[in-house]
């Protein structure tokens, strides 16, 4: 690997005697590493989920968070397509650490930069109960993808955004947490994404380090005063790290509570990564003299609970009103009932991708269930049929391929196909064939 002659001068600067060591290490291959979802497949890695014996190297900084030997397929696994792991990068699951210890009681987070969903998905794993979780990504074609990771991860206290930071500004005091994995320089991506060294240049670094601060400024009002900054980057240079850290204490009225921590390859198993936490005084900034920004704005359309589409296994599966249910586009949500304030007032702020857990819609006489009623981990069991299936069944059913011979005694009417006991999405059985429910956009092509 060639490195830019800048960014060496720069990195033996921040390094000193130990360049030799981490030149070395941009030589090796990177690290592998999974993160087990806790409310599907538990706290241990079983053997049958294809990804190696249950002696696999432990990640020291991260609950149920394993080193693999090598890079399976993991296209070709449905476990990772029923959401039962995530596969990130090891050293950016440090965020555990600082969240368990500065955050103790439900809360309302902010994962502001979120795409492709690698810390949403641990922080849903690992927030206290009943927080809630709002994953943004600002990126359209991004957004889809981060989606998609959060609909299969299958916690409904979430909601993904697709919204400039300047937006969530105008949201005045309303989270406790706020993370900003901001878009940086990518330094710690070199040894992982080799592409990312021809887009390095001081010129870049510097751009990086003031949109940074853009984003943090126009964002800073949605935190409360006294609330948690969790700001990363995956870059090692002063300028989109310390300095911009002084700056948030300077120019945002912060302190830093939780001390930087860089994390290089040849001390750590994992990519470069930086992260640190700071406190926003308590005294109010200059923005959040505005009213607070808890209502509608006038004339706004508001979502309404409907409970009326609700099939009846679902009613009687949730009678005991944890849900609140709102039509949404001919499609029925259900929302956890205590974030039912914050989800109104969120939908008539922001442009709101998905929430809680989609059940489906009415289609004439039927109703089809969505696919992220499958993938919640809050899906009554035996409300639909459910049928097991091998491997090879489960891959032509995730290439949405047209499935034959269902079981004799089956019912017609929609068919939970199952991988291992996990769900994996419906199909609608007609009687000579199993009609592939799968989202199209979702479709491995692997063959």
Not at 99 to 114: G, H, N, R
Not at 121 to 138: A, D, G, M, R, W
Not at 379 to 395: G, N, Q, R
Not at 412 to 419: E, F, K, R
Request: aromatic share 10%; hydrophobic share 35%.
């Amino acid at each position: 690997m060639k490195l830019p002659e800048a960014f060496i001068s720069r990195t033996k600067a921040l390094l000193g005697d130990e360049w030799a060591d981490f030149e070395q290490a941009l030589q090796e291959e990177s690290p592998v590493s999974i993160r087990l979802n806790p409310s599907k497949i538990g706290h241990s890695l079983p053997c049958h989920c294809g990804l190696g014996p249950q002696s696999l190297e432990k990640i020291p900084w991260a609950s149920d968070a394993y080193y693999l030997p090598h890079r399976p397929s993991f296209t070709l696994d449905p476990l990772f397509h029923a959401g039962c792991y995530y596969v990130q990068e090891a050293s950016s699951m440090y965020l555990e650490q600082i969240v368990k210890k500065w955050i103790s009681c439900p809360s309302k987070v902010l994962d502001l930069c979120a795409a492709p969903g690698g810390k949403s998905t641990q922080l849903s794993s690992i927030l206290p109960k009943k927080s809630l979780l709002v994953s943004n990504e600002i990126i359209q074609s991004r957004v889809h993808i981060l989606s998609e990771n959060l609909i299969k991860w299958g916690n409904p206290h979430t909601i993904v955004t697709n919204n400039d930071p300047s937006v969530f500004g105008r949201i005045n005091n309303f989270f406790d947490v706020i993370l900003a994995d901001v878009p940086c320089s990518g330094e710690g991506m070199f040894r992982k994404d080799p592409n990312s060294i021809g887009e390095w240049s001081p010129a870049n670094v510097r751009l990086c380090a003031e949109r940074q601060k853009r984003i943090l400024a126009n964002s800073w009002p949605a935190l409360k005063p006294g609330g948690l900054l969790i700001y990363s980057t995956c870059t090692y240079n002063y300028e989109e790290n310390e300095e911009n850290l002084e700056w948030i204490c300077r120019e945002l009225s912060a302190e830093i509570v939780e001390e930087p921590r860089r994390f290089l390859p040849h001390k750590t198993k994992g990519e470069g990564f930086f992260i640190s936490g700071l406190k926003k005084s308590n005294n109010r900034f200059p923005s959040d003299n505005l009213s607070p920004g808890y209502f509608p704005q006038k004339g706004a359309a508001i979502s309404k609970p409907c409970k009326s589409l609700l099939p009846f296994s679902l009613d009687k599966a949730w009678e005991k009103e944890e849900f609140t249910f709102f039509s949404e586009n001919n499609t029925l949500l259900a929302i956890p009932s205590i974030h039912q304030r914050d989800y109104i007032l969120l939908k008539n702020k922001l442009k709101i991708m998905f929430a809680g857990i989609a059940l489906g819609k009415s289609k004439g006489k039927d109703w089809i269930p969505a696919h992220a009623l499958a993938m919640s981990c809050r899906l009554p069991s035996s409300v639909f049929p459910e049928w097991e299936v091998d491997k090879d069944t489960a891959l032509k059913y995730l290439r949405k391929e047209t499935l034959q011979n269902l079981p004799a005694d089956f019912p017609h009417g929609h068919i939970l196909v199952m991988y291992q006991k996990y769900p994996l999405g419906f199909i609608k059985n007609t009687g000579n064939r199993g009609n592939n429910l799968y989202p199209q956009e979702w479709r491995i092509r692997m063959k």
